[in-house]
């Protein structure tokens, strides 16, 4: 990765920029830095539970925000990914109300019954009857998309059950297991960023806190990869990875200086 030739930054959130509802340092700061700088910046989230509108605000209330700002989900992704490769086709969506407003602005047909596709995103109001019908559909063979294969999400305390959590649970009782992963480190989503910002591989670095989805992802889709120490991985976790990120940091906010960025 060439700094001298960095043009957008792809930023994970949680661990990266805040943590739960904390700035790690002074983030505010140091993205308006690197705003100023010419630094496009791209949020991209695995959370497939809210929409971009509910991280828009999340992010202006914790001062990150800035309209030039592009903010893309792994439900996003699943949206384009459905439009790409399967248009027209029937789909049982497990997911929030706001997100199944976004999957019918998208134009995917939603069903209830006798679905092509069933799609696993990230449904804080599942219910054991939707999880019910879902392994049916399964168990009769429809497409299986998850929107991402992070185990569990990050709270203040102990994390929550996050889609990877599900797909074990569905991998149990139907035998299945997702023909399609779409969120990182899929490198599905890097064309739909680059067309967002404008910018060429070698001109983006994806900035995140976890080896197995952030900077495998930066790799998979030809980015610059950026670790960042404020979040899930350790150095001893680095040390025993066999992913090699083109930087590491303490957190994001030491980048500014690398870059002969003045506060
Ligand atoms: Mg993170």
Do not use: W
């Amino acid at each position: 990765m060439d700094l001298k030739k960095l043009r957008c930054l792809v930023l994970d959130m949680d661990g990266t920029v805040y943590l739960g509802n904390r700035l790690i340092g002074e983030m505010d700061k140091t993205l308006a830095a690197l705003r100023r700088h010419g630094i496009r910046l791209c949020y991209f989230t695995n959370n497939s539970s809210k929409n971009a509108k509910d991280y828009e605000e999340k992010l202006t209330r914790l001062g990150l925000y800035d309209s030039r700002d592009t903010v893309y989900t792994s439900a996003m992704a699943t949206v384009s990914y459905l439009n790409a490769h399967h248009r027209g086709k029937s789909v049982y969506l497990l997911a929030t109300p706001t997100v199944r407003e976004a999957f019918l602005e998208g134009g995917i047909p939603l069903t209830e019954e006798g679905a092509d596709i069933v799609v696993l995103a990230y449904d804080t109001t599942l219910t054991f009857e939707r999880l019910r019908v879902a392994n049916e559909h399964l168990c009769r063979g429809a497409l299986y998309i998850a929107t991402h294969p992070d185990m569990v999400c990050p709270t203040e305390g102990i994390p929550m059950p996050d889609v990877g959590s599900f797909i074990k649970l569905l991998e149990g009782s139907s035998g299945r297991v997702p023909d399609v992963v779409i969120g990182k480190p899929n490198a599905l989503a890097g064309e739909a960023i680059m067309a967002a910002v404008g910018c060429a591989q070698e001109e983006i670095a994806m900035v995140g806190d976890r080896l197995y989805t952030d900077i495998r992802f930066g790799i998979n889709a030809g980015f610059g990869s950026i670790l960042v120490l404020s979040g899930e991985t350790t150095r001893e976790m680095l040390d025993a990875s066999d992913v090699t990120p083109s930087l590491v940091l303490d957190s994001l906010n030491d980048l500014p200086a690398l870059l002969g960025i003045t506060p």
